[in-house]
């Protein structure tokens, strides 16, 4: 399910491969997205894995302010056409993941905002 955001690239899409360009959400319940996010984004060579980097700040989030993902749309939900139970899924597996995240950041002596904050 894709969510494009009208709002950045109102009629922009991809001739390619024929999806809408813009924003995208990764879907948190994808249990290789955890592997990803941690090895690759978050503690990677481009990340924290790199010695002159030591700490994070990720911004966005999903349930924390409202019942979806920060920084979107409020019809985003609607436009990806997820049920409330896909969306306390998703939720839920964000959580996870932000625990994650910081449990390996932690293991590497670095850092980011949101261990101020227990989730």
Not at 33 to 48: D, H, K, M, Q
């Amino acid at each position: 399910k894709l969510y494009h955001s009208q709002n950045q690239t109102p009629k922009s899409w991809n001739q390619g491969c024929g999806v809408p360009c813009g924003e995208y959400l990764f879907d948190h319940r994808n249990d290789s997205l955890r592997a990803w996010f941690i090895n690759e984004y978050t503690c990677g060579p481009t990340s924290v894995g790199n010695p002159l980097i030591d700490g994070l700040y990720l911004d966005d989030n999903w349930g924390l302010n409202w019942i979806g993902p920060s920084e979107m749309n409020r019809s985003c939900l609607h436009d990806m056409g997820l049920t409330p139970a896909e969306v306390a899924a998703i939720t839920k597996g964000w959580q996870q993941n932000m625990k994650a995240v910081q449990d390996a950041l932690l293991k590497r002596k670095a850092f980011n905002w949101q261990l101020l904050k227990v989730w």
